[in-house]
C-alpha cells in the first residue's frame, strides 16, 4: 500500500508542471484539507482550489523536485524543491511535505516551509 500512496504523491507532484488546477483537484478527497503550515488551513475542493489559484494561475512554470519520499501506511512525506517562475522572477523553495492518503486520493496535505523565502524570491514582498 505504501507504494501505491507514494505514487499518487508522485504524480501529483508531476502534475504541477502543466498547471491545471482542475487536473490538480482531482487528486483530493471531497473533504480533504490542505494546510501550508504558515497559514490557515483550508478545506474541501473550493477551499484548496482558492489557495491553488493564489500561486499556481500567476506562475509561469511550476516543477516539485522531489529530494526524499518514505511513507508508512497512509502517510507520505517527502523533501522537495518546489521551483516557481513567477512575473520573470526564479523562485526556489524548500519544502517538507506530509500527506494522508485514503482510498486513492490525498485526504489531507501538509507543507512545511519559510513563507518569508517565497515572498522575497517572489517579489511579493
Known amino acids: 500500500m505504501s507504494t501505491e500512496n507514494e505514487n499518487v504523491v508522485r504524480k501529483f507532484c508531476a502534475a504541477f508542471a502543466r498547471r491545471n488546477i482542475q487536473e490538480l483537484l482531482s487528486f483530493f478527497a471531497e473533504d480533504a484539507v490542505y494546510h501550508n503550515v504558515p497559514v490557515e488551513p483550508v478545506h474541501g475542493h473550493d477551499g484548496i482550489r482558492?489557495?491553488?489559484?493564489m500561486f499556481v494561475a500567476p506562475a509561469e512554470k511550476i516543477e516539485f523536485e522531489i529530494l526524499h519520499m518514505?511513507?508508512?501506511d497512509d502517510i507520505v512525506m517527502n523533501e522537495r524543491i518546489d521551483r516557481f517562475l513567477i512575473?520573470?522572477?526564479?523562485v526556489a523553495l524548500p519544502v517538507a511535505g506530509?500527506?494522508?492518503i485514503r482510498n486513492g486520493k490525498i485526504a489531507a496535505?501538509?507543507?512545511y516551509f519559510d513563507m518569508q523565502m517565497?515572498?522575497?524570491q517572489s517579489g511579493m514582498a
Request: charged share 25%; no cysteine; aromatic share 20%.
Open 50 to 53: 482558492n489557495t491553488f489559484e
Open 70 to 72: 518514505s511513507s508508512v
Open 87 to 90: 512575473a520573470g522572477r526564479q
Open 98 to 100: 506530509v500527506f494522508v
Open 109 to 111: 496535505w501538509r507543507d
Open 118 to 120: 517565497f515572498m522575497k
